[in-house]
């Protein structure tokens, strides 16, 4: 968030440009210049690295990502889950950078690492500035060959990748995927899920580790992005001298020479676990991503998987049979999984469903697909890929999974080509690979004569590039400065039909634009009893209106590229006008269609019975119905799951009008645009169409109260979870405007929301290993005092008890002991570099302008909340955590299976 003064429109400047990339004439020693597209440039040092720059000035952040070309695929017998587990130990630091995740936090960096089939990457999003990208291309340099890979570190990361499995295993939907891997495959290693196997995770040798590092992580198998902002010259001969100093490796990378063979009939199985919903799934062999029926499958996964627009949702989720279907392909470089599948509410019957959803992806061949369908489905995947090359940021990660195929370019090959897919191809690549003998699910049938699938190998990079052409980009954006003086100084403030508008026209790259309606219904008395009906008739404005089915809604809303929903959204300078328009008709002229309120509330109560055994679920409401104050009915009560179900199926069709039109209206309202847009179009049009949209009902903030609640420990059993999760609250008498909450925005950072480095995960993760994730959060009131101070983490049920001794310990030791002059430090440099960093944001400058106008603040706010954080001492900071924070009125659920924790349970849920 950001804050600014009253002023005059100012006009745009002249938009930045890319800064030039070095030519060959310009390059430093050993490296060599290779393909260039749309502004991104290769280059490759002398010891195999390549080096990707794509500078642009549209955000002053910096994207660094590096690729390895290794993944779960490259894992030996015994190894499972290996590749993933190393991702974790690096980052635990090198001997020159000891303490990475410190750096991260002091930085304010976003980073993570993932890993996939097929490769593994490591990325930082931080502030443009010359410090913060040397520090990460020195850090990325240093741990590519550095890195221990020690015991000591991974007898406690070990744990915490267990129980990072663990998790994993409480989703039924992750169970059912990751066995139709291991059915599907006989020999190949995309049969192994990336998380590998849990004798595996817990037993794997260092000396493999280290092996393993050696071997993979070096110059000559890694692609270097650097995205953003920054001196592409300067920052190429930086790259040189960092990581060109690394020597080219002697050893060969090992070959793998497995071909899965082709499937010689159906397959089955089944799951049994307890659980609240029942899934139904498909899967079939297709060829790798390379092959050229990848874009024809593509288009075959959402013609019949896509909601509300796909025939699955039509044939299935319309007639009632199930309450959700989804599709998605697991590939890579070798022949990968197309899964398609369905959610069945418990009880019902799954056979029909199965025959059904069976005989629909295969009879794809036979009813190719229409015009209709194809455009749709070409126009969401081309304004996604549109929409990505308008982020640095989005683009530099996304081509993580391109670069694991070979090439870079194939992510601009693979737009060329769906521009051209016909339905033909898209019904003659179903042909191959869509049948029974290809199949896996339900039951074996014998059969004399089966059908196989040839499923070809993958073409060489070079004969799928021989006729690629790269585009020209025309993309451009101006270098914005997004402190808060400059967001006021460029944002005009004005009212039109009773709307409070922000205006902040700039140029951006694509020619995107953000807006933001933020609308006030009701207030604590005329909402009593209405807190089902309000959440049904909102949820109910994007499934159809007085013009539009929810079909025919979904496309008009492609056609504008507006992705969001009718209250925030983006979209292009050209489809503004139309854009808001179409949001004004959404939010004023519903027609909640009898069909789709069904569809919607079997879809709720189906969502509100799978989360009856999980732990998150059942531990979070029952903390919220320990802390109830509020009778039943008001809005701002803590329902039990048998109140809401109940709650829900009172509702009835008639109530969703009515409640319309005596509560949704633009007075007030709150509206924000931020983006490439004129302002001069903009005033007249809010007012025409939201000037005279009134409600009867009385509008009033609805306010919460502090209460002190007796403190209480509670362990909740879930049957048959791997996983559990911890949750913990005491309420705060705090609001914003409170002396001591800077100071407590500060010492919460320190304690657990700063990531990592954090007080709380130093202790659960990396000394203890109890868990895989957790954190604190701390908020004040707003128009009212009601404070809420939380804790929350994932472990396994045996686990859990020694999490709450040790969360409750580190908050003692925080509140007797104090913080640290240079955690002070290092929370105030990362706080503050994340909050400008949200303010390169456009969706949350327009936000935070919707927030502030309700308020009567501006940016003037936040930049005075900033100073305030800047002046805070270290004795402000520890009284104030003392005088907030008292440990003895912690209370505490837990939730997880307490015949694995060995421990009886205090409750059910």
């Known amino acids: 968030m950001a ?55 549209s955000r002053p952040t910096v994207t660094v990502n590096v ?60 502030q443009a500035s010359q410090d913060n990208l040397d520090w990460a291309l020195q850090m990325e340099a240093d741990r590519m060959v550095n890195s221990p890979v020690a015991q000591k570190d991974l007898a406690s990361e070990m744990t915490v990748v267990r129980n990072e499995y663990e998790s994993g295993e409480n989703s039924p939907g992750n169970v059912l995927f990751k066995r139709m891997q291991s059915v599907a495959y ?24 280290q092996a393993f590092y050696r071997t993979w992580y070096q110059p000559d198998n890694a692609t270097l992005l650097v995205a953003g902002k920054f001196d592409a010259n300067a920052t190429l001969a930086r790259i040189n001298r960092l990581f060109g100093a690394i020597p080219k490796p002697k050893r060969a990378l090992p070959q793998f020479w497995t071909v899965e063979p082709t499937q010689d009939g159906e397959r089955s199985f089944a799951v049994r676990r307890q659980g609240d919903v029942q899934i139904v799934a498909v899967g079939y062999k297709i060829p790798s991503d390379l092959h050229d029926d990848a874009e024809g499958l593509g288009f075959a996964s959402e013609v019949l998987g896509d909601a509300p627009n796909g025939r699955l949702h039509k044939l299935l989720v319309e007639s009632g049979k199930a309450s959700q279907v989804f599709s998605f392909g697991q590939t890579g470089y070798a022949p990968g999984l197309q899964f398609f599948g369905a959610v069945v509410k418990k009880g019902e019957p799954v056979e029909p469903v199965r025959d059904a959803l069976v005989d629909a992806v295969e009879g794809l061949a036979r009813q190719p697909p229409t015009l209709d369908e194809m455009e749709r489905v070409r126009r969401s995947y081309l304004n996604t890929i549109e929409r990505s090359l308008n982020d640095p940021q989005a683009v530099g990660v996304a081509l993580s999974e391109v670069i694991a195929l070979g090439d870079w370019r194939l992510y601009f090959l693979s737009r060329e080509r769906l ?50 052409k790269p585009a020209a980009s025309s993309l451009v954006s101006e270098d914005f400065d997004p402190s808060q003086a400059n967001i006021m100084k460029r944002t005009t403030l004005t009212t039109a039909g009773g709307v409070k508008l922000a205006l902040l026209p700039k140029k951006n790259r694509g020619e995107t634009v953000t807006v933001s309606l933020r609308q006030h219904f009701g207030d604590e008395k005329n909402l009593f009893g209405k807190s089902a009906v309000a959440g049904l008739t909102s949820a109910m404005l994007m499934r159809g209106t007085t013009r539009y089915s929810r079909a025919e809604l979904a496309d008009a809303f492609d056609k504008l590229k507006m992705a969001g929903g009718p209250n925030h959204f983006q979209t292009t300078r050209e489809n503004l006008v139309e854009a808001i328009k179409l949001a004004a008709h959404v939010l004023k002229e519903p027609a909640f269609p009898a069909l789709e309120f069904e569809q919607l509330r079997k879809q709720m109560l189906v969502g509100l019975e799978a989360g009856r055994a999980e732990p998150q679920s059942v531990a979070s409401r029952a903390l919220g119905v320990h802390f109830e104050q509020y009778p039943r009915g008001d809005i701002r009560h803590a329902n039990t799951l048998e109140e809401d179900i109940e709650d829900i199926k009172a509702v009835r069709l008639e109530d969703l009008p009515t409640h319309h039109r005596e509560f949704h209206n633009s007075s007030p309202a709150e509206l924000a645009i931020v983006g490439d847009f004129d302002p001069k179009e903009v005033v007249s049009l809010v007012d025409a169409l939201f000037g005279k949209w009134t409600a009867p009902a009385n509008v009033a903030p609805i306010l919460g109260k502090h209460a002190e609640v007796a403190p209480a420990t509670k362990m909740l059993d879930t049957p048959d979870k791997e996983n559990g999760f911890y949750v913990a609250r005491m309420n705060l008498d705090l609001n914003l405007e409170d002396p001591d909450y800077p100071a407590l925005m500060l010492a919460n950072y320190i304690f657990g929301e700063g990531g990592l480095k954090s007080r709380l995960m130093d202790r659960i993760r990396q000394k203890d ?43 003692a030791r925080a509140v007797k002991d104090g913080f640290t002059a240079a955690e002070l430090a290092d929370a105030k440099s990362g706080l503050m570099q994340q909050r400008l960093q949200n303010r390169t944001n456009d969706g949350v ?28 001492t270290l004795p402000q900071l520890n009284a104030a955590f003392r005088k907030a924070i008292d440990p003895a009125k912690l209370t505490v659920v837990m939730a997880g299976d307490q015949s694995k924790a060995g421990a009886k349970a205090t409750g059910t849920p």
Not at 422 to 429: G, M
Not at 775 to 801: E, H, K
Not at 845 to 872: H, I, M, P, Q
Request: hydrophobic share 35%; glycine share 10%; aromatic share 10%.
């Open 67 to 126: 690729t390895y070309l290794v993944g779960s695929r490259h894992e030996n017998y015994g190894e499972t889950g290996m590749a993933h587990l190393l991702e974790h130990l690096l980052f635990k630091g090198t001997k020159k950078n000891p303490d990475i995740t410190s750096q991260f936090s002091r930085r304010g960096m976003e980073f993570n690492g993932t890993t996939s089939l097929d490769r593994t990457n490591y990325y930082e999003v931080f």
């Open 845 to 872: 400058v327009a936000s935070g302008w919707t927030g502030y106008l309700y308020r009567g603040r501006t940016f003037e706010w936040s930049a005075a909340l900033d100073r305030k954080l800047a002046a805070v």
């Open 3 to 57: 804050g600014a003064a009253w002023s005059a429109p100012q006009k745009d400047a002249p938009p930045a440009r890319s800064a030039p990339v070095p030519r060959a004439a310009l390059l430093p020693k050993g490296v060599t210049l290779g393909p260039s597209v749309e502004g991104i440039t290769e280059y490759r040092l002398a010891n195999g690295l390549k080096v990707l720059l794509f500078p642009d000035t």
């Open 419 to 468: 521009k051209t897919v016909k339905a033909e191809e898209v019904a003659a690549s179903s042909s191959r690979y869509f049948m029974r003998s290809n199949r896996v699910i339900g039951t074996f049938v014998p059969d004399d004569a089966p059908q196989r699938a040839l499923v070809p190998a993958a073409p060489t990079v070079e004969s799928v590039m021989k006729d690629f």
């Open 769 to 811: 290993g109890l868990s895989y994730g957790g954190g604190s959060d701390l908020s004040g009131g707003d128009f009212d005092r009601a404070g809420v101070f939380m804790i929350s983490a994932i472990a396994a049920p045996q686990n859990l008890r020694k999490l709450d001794g040790a969360v409750r310990a580190e908050l």
């Open 186 to 209: 006989d020999w190949h290693s995309y049969g192994r899920s990336t998380i590998g196997n849990r004798s595996d995770i817990e037993n794997v040798r260092i000396g493999n580790l």
